[in-house]
């Protein structure tokens, strides 16, 4: 099974194994994976979940919720799978991009929001997701870790895209209150 629903672009485009898009976001690596995956997106994902529900009520709240988290994880994968359909040795697995899309479209919603890492760094979301991307940029570039980065990023910008499709409003909320933040 694992092998089956691993992302595999060069498999998906030689046998159009398309749902390996969707699929990949439900296996993971190890339970730690799986685990922070999860946590992370528990904590954000409420936060997402209680928006729509809000502003959709609560079915179609609860739909979009779905919709969006897949979304994501097809999405966020898309410029792998351009970056290395050629590329027969090229394996990913994850919901890392559905979970990023979570938390930037979170840190959209409530930008200064602290997000701690360990629980030792905290910093308002919008610092440590601006360090994120530049991080997730960086590494994606780099390549040479077995960390699929690129769907860290594009994950982020698909939450970001989303929400402020579906509540134009929320970008100069954002704007607003970063605009609004003392540092000390």
Known sequence: MLERWMFVPYLIKKRRQWDRFVLSGFIHKDYMHLLFNMFTFFF???????????????????????AFYLL???ISDFPTYLKHQQHGY????????GTSATVFASIIIMPLRDICLFGILCLPGFLLGGLFLIYSYNKGKQGEDGINHDAHLFGAIFGIAFIILLSPSSASNFLQEILSYRFF
């Open 72 to 74: 994501a994880i097809i």
């Open 44 to 66: 954000f994902g409420e936060v997402i979940e209680q928006f729509f529900r809000a502003k959709y009520g609560l079915v179609l709240g609860g739909t979009i919720f779905i």
């Open 90 to 97: 090229y394996r990913a697995l994850g919901a890392s991009g």
